[in-house]
């Protein structure tokens, strides 16, 4: 019976990239395999698909193929292979009821037996994550907390080793101190030889027969205190500090892993951040924002004298240059913008009334403002 064409088999066009043959077989391979696919006719599928990732897998082959078609193959060529696609791809590790799908495609590709060795050395613990919050002005001049933490600490009378003295530590009998045991696995492809944590001493290859009556043999205290951190001033919303060896514990004497604190900051009733740069609101009057003034207004770092220009208007923005944030890592600072809102009176005394009112009639003649507007909106 004629082949299909090896293009048609894993539905690629011709002009199809390397890449994309090269996906397409991943796809099809894993999903008739056939420790994977029982159902009836997916071994030949699977042969099928193999079979095209051979030719088209390969540029020589493919571009015979692409010439010559099947015929260039015939008479006892070999298709040869275009290799295993699926090496360093995430797709070597166990996730199929327990199956080794990297050994699989190892002994199925020509790999032989294979082995899957048992990770018996020290093993370094779990980071663990912790939000604290800090007062706004903290993050932004920096300051020294006090922050509760509760980690695992090697214990102090067995030093971490869980055994009341050294005596009482033995090498496992059962895989003599290699913390690994050896067995056999059936698969499709033959029996293949396999390496497990050693079930009786854990992966440990050393096995306490007298624990540590502090710790119980765990070679650690879980203990709970209270910890000064460094808050570095300019640190932002979200940022974390690291402090190293307050993680989770580790395995086989692994060191601990670390905690991450992460800044949760409380914002500010008047200030705002962003980035390295300050916004706040400043309300004048409307008399001082016709007239001009000098007037002190706060900053982070204090009191700073500023000129409001005569004239200024509403929602008018003022820069203030250096007067952010200092940045963590240049020191260099940004700026602080002042957002000016110019209030209007909703009460005023009869004298004040009074003066307001000659002003206005001191304009005599003169178009006032809504005129001017009006008559520019009629045309």
Known sequence: MA??????VLGVNKSASTDEIKSAYRKLAKKYHPDINKEPGAEEKFKEVQEAWDVLGDEKKRQMYDQFGMAAFEQGASTGGAGNPFSGAGFGSQGFGGVDLGDIFN????????????????QRGEDTLQRIRIQFMDAILGKKVLVPVEYDEPCQTCGGSGAKSASSIKTCSRCGGRGYVTGTQR??????????VCPECGGRGKIITDKCPDCGGKGYKHVKRDMEV?????????????VRGKGEHGIN????????????????QYFKRDGNDIHIDIPISFVDATLGKKIDVP????TCEVDIPAGTQPNSILRLKGRGI?????????????HVLIKTPTKLSKEQKKLLEQYRDSEGKDESIFEKFMKAFKK
């Open 3 to 8: 082949k299909r064409d090896f293009y048609e």
């Open 107 to 122: 002994s199925f590709f020509g790999g032989g037996r294979s082995s899957r060795r048992a990770n018996v050395g020290p």
């Open 187 to 196: 698969t499709l492809f033959g029996t293949m030889e396999t390496q497990q």
């Open 230 to 242: 460094n808050i570095p001033a300019g640190i932002n919303q979200g940022q974390q500090i690291r």
């Open 253 to 268: 004497g692994g060191e601990n892993g670390d905690l991450y604190l992460e800044i949760v900051i409380v914002p500010h």
């Open 299 to 302: 900053t982070v770092y204090g």
């Open 326 to 338: 200092k940045d963590m890592r240049k020191g260099t600072p940004g700026d602080q913008y002042l």
